[in-house]
């Protein structure tokens, strides 16, 4: 009874390690510090700023400078968000092929609204999301559900009746959580030393089109 698909923004349909490794690179720079590399950004992408300031400069949200290092990175990537951000291969034909089966999809990202409100309009989606719920919409973040029940809401369904796609551990405990099927989206931002098969999605895909094979 999946009536909708709701999906992961970031190492889901948009490769959007790139703009966020250069934005990192520049803090460091301005610190004095060496570059990170792409092949070390790419796995902490769907982390965002808290992810990617512990790779680069050790730091938890716990330290004292961690703020002022954050609101300096999300400085510069708004300098750079829509760079390099693509989206991934088949992404649309998925979004076609959802549609063609009476479907409709939307988007529960952790990112702030700042920039998705933004990007997402600028992604060459092949049609246009029922719902964006970003990280800051309801005032909680994945993995709490409440934004889960919010996309759902919007869009005149039971959260029982959505299917959650996305490349995190938050992403399935929030979807769980919120009573909706979860798949993991396989191609996404995931570590070596992350876990993904005890983090419970129901499904695990290895490309976007094979999404299909479930809905």
Known sequence: MIKAVLFDLDGTLADTARD???????????????????????????????GLIKLGLGLEPEHPRFEEYRLRFLDHYEASFTDQTCLFDGVNELLDGLLSRDLRWGIVTNKPMRFTDRLIPLLPFSSTPAVTVSGDTVGVAKPDPRPMFYAAEQIGMAAEHCLYVGDAERDIVAGRNAGMRTVLANWGYIAA????????????IEHPLDLLKYV
């Not at 966020?20 to 792409?38: I, T, W």
């Open 20 to 50: 966020l490794g250069a934005a990192l690179n520049r803090l460091l720079a301005e610190e004095g510090l060496p570059p990170q590399p792409y092949a070390a950004i790419r796995p902490l992408a769907s982390h965002g700023a808290r």
């Open 193 to 204: 030393d992350d876990q993904p098969q005890t983090w419970g999605a129901d499904v695990t």
